[in-house]
């Protein structure tokens, strides 16, 4: 079956940076482009970044551009999230989702979230 | 930018009601639109693709309509299983933003 499995709970100081994975199965790794989602306690969700697996082609939010990397290592079907610079505004919990291949890209299938909390 | 709203932003609703959320984009987006239902401490969960795609397994009282910048999800007698959040969040382009969410609670 599909799964997204994300890496664990990760506590950091503010400045710090954060590498979070997200290791796909069950399906073709590089027929799916995969986006980052994070939720802040009580908030809504909050797009990321995005990866075309097939292409490489990446995107990320006005938010985070330039303190994020996402990347891919097809070896093992995993995709990475990396984030520099960390505030507290960056305490979330942090979704990889799998877009669908319909026309309009939906996240059929999430990870199961990694807490990421940053905290002097 | 694309701005996704979503109103309500919440509401209380009995079992049996009928309950219609609204999501309208700040410009046309064809029928890029998802709707999501997001349990507490849970991960979200698609329901409605391509504005009014039913996903596999999401009951028939569920259904999405709309297009250019107006969209809805409606759920046609809810059930207690129903009671969550529901997000919209447009994938024209980039960033692929989300509304604010509406909390659908029980009456």
């Known amino acids: 079956q599909i799964q997204l499995v994300q890496s664990e709970s990760e506590m950091r100081k503010p400045g710090a940076s954060v590498q979070v994975s997200c290791k796909a199965s069950g399906y073709s790794f590089t027929s799916h482009g995969i986006s980052w989602v994070r939720q802040a306690p009580g908030q809504g969700l909050e797009w990321l970044a995005w990866m075309s697996i097939y292409s490489g082609y990446k995107e990320y939010s006005d938010n985070v551009q330039g303190r994020a990397s996402i990347s891919a290592d097809t070896s093992t079907g995993t995709v990475y999230l990396e984030l520099r610079s960390l505030t507290s505004d960056d305490t979330a919990v942090y979704y990889c989702a799998r877009e669908e291949l319909g026309a309009t890209s939906a996240f059929d299938y999430w990870g199961q979230g990694t807490l990421v909390t940053v905290s002097s | 930018d694309i701005q996704m709203t979503q109103s309500p932003s919440s509401l209380s609703a009995s079992v049996g009601d009928r309950v219609t959320i609204t999501c309208r984009a700040s410009r046309p987006i064809s029928i890029y639109l998802n709707w999501y239902q997001q349990k507490p401490g849970k991960v979200p969960k698609l329901l409605v693709s391509s504005a009014s795609n039913l996903q596999s397994g999401v009951p028939s009282r569920f259904s999405g309509g709309g297009s250019g910048t107006d969209f809805t999800l409606t759920i046609s007698s809810l059930q207690p299983e129903d009671f969550a959040t529901y997000f919209c969040?447009?994938?024209?382009?980039?960033?692929?933003?989300f509304g604010q969410g509406t909390r659908v609670d029980i009456k």
């Open positions: 969040q447009h994938s024209f382009t980039a960033p692929r933003t």
